[in-house]
């Protein structure tokens, strides 16, 4: 569908939305997620499905189902690529899927301050 450069002043993130299939009540998206940072990091805590959610045409929000996912599926190891499915439920015209991307994992894991990117990509 679209690659999207994060952070381009680092180059620390980049995400391809490699392909979206359509059900009747819901969507999954395959990501490709590439991390060229020092660091393990963490595509959303799958404790709030509203982490990683939709925007439709009228600026409704739709969450994903990030919580049926292992933590392990949602990290991306350092200088590394990840593909992952990330179910969504709706069937409506979607305008952006928005991320908050932990940019430490092992800081976040041991309680430590950590760096949250929050941003939208645009489909």
């Known amino acids: 569908l679209t690659i ?5 002043k680092n180059k620390r993130l980049n ?15 395959t990501i490709k997620i590439t991390n060229n940072t020092e660091n ?7 404790n709030d499905v509203n982490n990683i959610n939709l925007t439709d ?3 409704v929000k739709y969450s994903s189902y990030i919580d ?6 949602l990290v991306v190891q350092q200088n590394g690529t ?8 709706t069937d409506r015209k979607i305008k952006y ?12 894991k041991k ?6 990117l929050k941003y939208s990509v645009q489909l």
């Open 4 to 8: 999207h450069d994060i952070d381009l």
């Open 15 to 29: 995400i391809e939305v490699i392909e979206k299939q359509i059900f009747i009540d819901y969507e999954i998206y």
């Open 40 to 46: 393990e990091i963490l595509i959303a805590n799958q």
């Open 57 to 59: 045409e009228n600026d």
């Open 68 to 73: 049926e996912l292992a933590t392990e599926i």
């Open 82 to 89: 990840k593909t992952i499915n990330i179910k969504f439920n």
């Open 97 to 108: 899927m928005n991320f908050n991307v932990i940019m430490d994992y092992n800081a976040y």
């Open 111 to 116: 309680g430590q301050d950590f760096e949250t």
